[in-house]
């Protein structure tokens, strides 16, 4: 999403214009979108309505760090939460074990009430997590349900207690617990951003390269701002700036620019393995030289 989620208990009067097709008309309804570059209009939400019950954010920023969050925001939003008794939740299904060992949390000090996982927590098994404060995860428990004398809250899941997935999930997460995989996997990203941005400025191409952890984003400055890659600062353009505005046929011809040298990345940019190295780390720039030299041959530059 373009911003922070406040999940609401009451029904409420919100705009649908600012929400996906898909989303349920009932979940829109139940729902107020905020903005992710000012904490300012979410204190005003938070002190002005008591039928808010939960903040939903991406703590990287939203999808994956495209759009990435003013420094000590998601701080005062957990400052927020505290004050008016909402659960802050942590959409880590990308950056739970990626951003760290303990995910954006722990790399950020940054404890939310709740939070999802998801990909790697099975090791590549159909898996998730939901990971939150006893009392919360409690409601979910029967035992704890019965020893209250309250109805248990309905859980369904194909794969809950699935034995092959919860083997995989162990394995994986000791292997992130025991070996140097985070660190090694953002080293790599680093090289492969300063390697995009050197090539940017030599090749006199008006982009700019950021990311976070091991991700890298590419933006295309489709609107052809004076882009300085050496300077480029996303946080100075915001959501409208970085994302709104994405040219999808230009982020389309760069991929199979890409893929035609042996390079796939998923849009915007990519998240980096532990298993990618110097071998990797030089097929990448290679290609990406060659791509924006054919994009600006084509006039797309």
């Known amino acids: ?3 922070t989620t406040a999940w609401r208990q009451g029904r409420c009067r919100t705009s649908k214009a600012a929400f996906r097709p898909v989303s349920p008309a009932g979940l ?10 000012d904490a300012g209009p979410i204190a005003d939400t938070l002190a ?3 039928d808010v019950a939960a903040i939903l954010i991406e703590p990287s920023g939203a999808s994956w760090g495209q759009v990435p969050l003013p420094e000590g925001f998601v701080a005062e939003l957990r400052k927020l939460a505290t004050k008016h008794a909402v659960v802050l939740i942590f959409d880590e299904v990308i950056t739970g074990f990626r951003w760290s060992r303990g995910g954006a949390q722990a790399r950020y000090g940054i404890t939310p009430d709740m939070c999802v996982l998801a990909k790697i927590v099975a090791g590549g ?9 006893a009392e919360i995860l409690d ?3 029967a ?6 004398n309250r109805e248990k809250i309905g859980h369904q899941g194909t794969f809950n207690a699935n034995p092959l997935s919860a083997a995989a999930a162990v394995t994986t997460l000791s292997i992130i617990e025991n070996e140097d995989v985070c660190a090694k996997a953002e080293r790599t990203a680093a090289e492969i951003r300063e390697g995009m941005r050197r090539i940017l400025v030599e090749e006199q191409i008006p982009w700019g390269i950021y990311g976070e952890a091991s991700a890298f984003v590419i933006f295309q400055n489709p609107k052809r701002l004076p882009i300085d890659p050496a300077t480029f600062d996303p946080l100075k353009l915001g959501f409208q700036g970085l994302k ?3 040219n999808v046929d230009l982020a389309r011809r760069l991929r199979v620019a890409l893929l035609a040298n042996g ?3 998923m849009g915007a940019g990519g998240l980096v393995s532990a298993t990618h190295g110097a071998p990797e780390v030089a097929q990448t720039l290679e290609a990406f030289r060659t791509a924006v030299r054919w994009l600006r041959a084509e006039g797309d530059v």
Request: hydrophobic letters at 55%; zero cysteines; a negative charge.
């Open 1 to 3: 999403m373009a911003g």
């Open 28 to 37: 829109v309804e139940q729902t107020i979108l905020l903005p992710a570059d």
């Open 48 to 50: 002005a309505r008591d």
């Open 125 to 133: 098994l159909p898996g998730a997590a939901v990971a939150g404060r």
């Open 139 to 141: 409601q979910l428990d």
């Open 143 to 148: 035992a704890a349900a019965k020893s209250a």
């Open 244 to 246: 709104a505005v994405r």
């Open 263 to 265: 390079i796939d990345i």
